[in-house]
C-alpha cells in the first residue's frame, strides 16, 4: 500500500514539474527581457541631442527616435533614430532610462498596436512624452502626418495635425530628470500582445556600439552621427549630424570619481573619528588605572591614621607643656 501510494505522489511530482516546463517554454522569451529591466547603471544618461530627422525612405517606414545605451567598458554612446520598415499594423514604443533604487534601469522598446508609456521622455517627431503624434495605420497603409514626419512627394499617405512640440531633451524619468506614470489606457497597451525589436534595429545599435564616435566621452553629448535614413548606414549622405547637445554635458566619470573620493574621505574621516575616540578611552583607562595604582592599601591607610594620631597627640602635649612653663 505505502509503495503504491509512493508512486503515486512520484508520478504526480513528475507531471506537475512537466506541465510548468511546457507552459514556461511557450512563454515569450523576450518578456523578461524586452519588456523588464535589462541594464542597470548608476550613472544617470546625457541629455538628448539636437538634431533634424533624415527624410523617410519609402512608404512603410517608421521613425524610430535615438538614444542613449549602456556600454560597460566605454559607457554610453548614442544609438542614431533612425527609419525601418514597421511590421504592418504596429507601433514603435521607444525604450528609456527610468531612476529607482538608486540606479538607472533601461526599459527597452517594442512592437504593439498600441504605443505604451515610454518614461514621459520627449524624443520629438511624434515622440512627446506620450503616445505618438507622427502617423496612423489605415487599414495596411501607413498614413504620415506632415506637421512633425519629413516626407517628400513621393509619399502620398500624408495628412496634416498641428503637434505642440516642447524643448525638453532630458533623457530619463525619475527624480531629477523627467517625472511622469503610466495613465490607465497606457498600462493596458502595456498587457498587449508584443513583439521585440527587429533584427534591423538590434544590428543597428551594436553597429552603434562598436563606433568609438559614438560615446559620449568622445562626442561630449553632441553625436557626429544623430540619425540615419536607413539601420546601420552610417557612411551615407543622409546621415544626419546632431546641431547641439541638450545640455551642458557632465563626464559620469568624473562624477562617479568624485563620488568615490568623497565616500572614500568620509571613509577616512570615519576612521579618524574612531582613531579619536580610541585615542581618548584609551587615556581615561590609562588615568583610571594610574588612580588605582595611587590608592594606599588598607593596611597603609590603618598605618596613616594611626601617624596622624600619634602627631595630634604630640601637637597637644608639646601645647600644654608650653603653657605650663609660661605660668
Not at 523578461?32 to 547603471?41: L, N
Not at 595611587?294 to 603653657?323: F, I, V
Request: net charge positive; with cysteine; proline share 6%.
Amino acid at each position: 500500500m505505502k509503495r503504491s501510494y509512493r508512486k503515486f505522489i512520484s508520478g504526480l511530482a513528475i507531471g506537475i514539474l512537466t506541465l510548468t516546463i511546457s507552459v514556461l517554454s511557450l512563454s515569450s522569451p523576450s518578456s523578461a527581457i524586452e519588456f523588464g529591466i535589462g541594464i542597470s547603471v548608476r550613472i544617470g544618461p546625457p541629455a538628448l541631442p539636437v538634431y533634424a530627422q533624415p527624410i523617410c525612405p519609402g512608404p512603410g517606414y517608421l521613425w524610430t527616435p535615438g538614444y542613449w545605451a549602456w556600454n560597460e567598458v566605454g559607457g554610453y554612446y548614442w544609438v542614431p533614430g533612425t527609419w525601418v520598415v514597421a511590421p504592418v499594423g504596429m507601433l514603435w514604443t521607444p525604450g528609456y532610462w527610468g531612476f529607482a533604487g538608486g540606479l538607472y534601469g533601461w526599459h527597452a522598446g517594442y512592437w504593439g498596436p498600441h504605443v505604451g508609456f515610454y518614461g514621459g521622455i520627449n524624443y520629438g517627431f511624434g515622440y512627446g512624452g506620450v503616445g505618438f503624434a507622427g502617423g496612423e495605420w489605415r487599414g495596411r497603409a501607413f498614413f504620415y502626418n506632415r506637421a512633425v514626419m519629413n516626407v517628400n512627394a513621393n509619399i502620398r499617405n500624408v495628412y496634416n495635425r498641428t503637434v505642440i512640440v516642447n524643448n525638453v531633451h532630458t533623457s530619463f524619468n525619475g527624480p531629477g530628470g523627467i517625472v511622469a506614470r503610466p495613465t490607465a489606457r497606457e498600462e493596458s497597451y502595456a498587457r498587449e500582445r508584443h513583439s521585440e525589436a527587429l533584427s534591423a534595429q538590434v544590428e543597428h545599435g551594436r553597429a552603434a556600439s562598436r563606433n568609438r564616435a559614438s560615446f559620449a566621452s568622445e562626442n561630449h553629448g553632441r553625436p557626429e552621427m544623430a540619425a540615419t535614413g536607413r539601420p546601420g548606414e552610417f557612411s551615407r549622405h543622409d546621415v544626419v549630424k546632431a546641431r547641439e547637445s541638450g545640455a551642458a554635458y557632465r563626464d559620469p566619470a568624473r562624477d562617479l570619481n568624485r563620488d568615490q573620493k568623497m565616500d572614500r574621505n568620509s571613509e577616512r574621516s570615519n576612521d579618524h573619528s574612531v582613531a579619536r575616540d580610541q585615542n581618548r578611552d584609551s587615556a581615561r583607562s590609562h588615568e583610571e588605572r594610574s588612580s588605582e595604582l595611587s590608592k594606599p592599601s588598607k593596611e597603609e591607610r590603618k598605618a596613616q591614621k594611626q601617624e596622624a594620631k600619634a602627631t595630634r597627640t604630640q601637637a597637644k602635649a608639646d601645647q600644654k607643656r608650653g603653657h605650663e612653663e609660661r605660668r
